[in-house]
């Protein structure tokens, strides 16, 4: 089991960037697919993006792509998902999770590890 972290989240306008970070307390996400998931007031939690463990694939949302970048650090203590050209529904609590060894699944049942979340607000 991992502990994970998110940070980064914020209030900011549309068009802006952020970057959000999700890290594992006292370990690193080394063998960990790491997925990205975001929930809006009132909504289902959905699939953002994900990454592989072996960090060689990469996946996103259709309402994502070309727009948020999922990647590891070099240590890879950390996973980032940097959000550019952000829009107002993107506005959403962020969630980040891990599955040892698994697949960079874009369905949130094979996470096993999941981080308390990191809200975004984007002002229109």
């Known amino acids: 089991q991992v502990q994970l972290v998110e940070s980064g989240g914020g209030l900011v306008q549309a068009g802006d960037s952020l970057r959000l970070s999700c890290e594992a307390s006292g370990r690193t996400l080394t063998s960990y697919a790491v997925g990205w998931f975001r929930q809006a007031a009132g909504k289902a939690r959905e699939f953002v993006a994900s990454?592989?463990?072996?960090?060689?694939?990469?996946s996103y949302a259709d309402s994502v792509k070309g727009r948020f970048t999922v990647s590891r650090d070099n240590g890879e203590t950390t996973v980032s998902l940097q959000m550019n050209n952000l829009k107002a529904e993107d506005t959403a609590v962020y969630y980040c999770?891990?599955?040892?060894?698994?697949?960079?699944?874009?369905?949130?049942?094979?996470?096993?590890?999941w981080g308390q979340g990191t809200q975004v607000t984007v002002s229109s």
């Open positions: 999770a891990a599955d040892l060894m698994g697949p960079d699944s874009r369905q949130p049942t094979p996470y096993t590890d």
């Open positions: 990454t592989s463990w072996s960090g060689a694939h990469t």
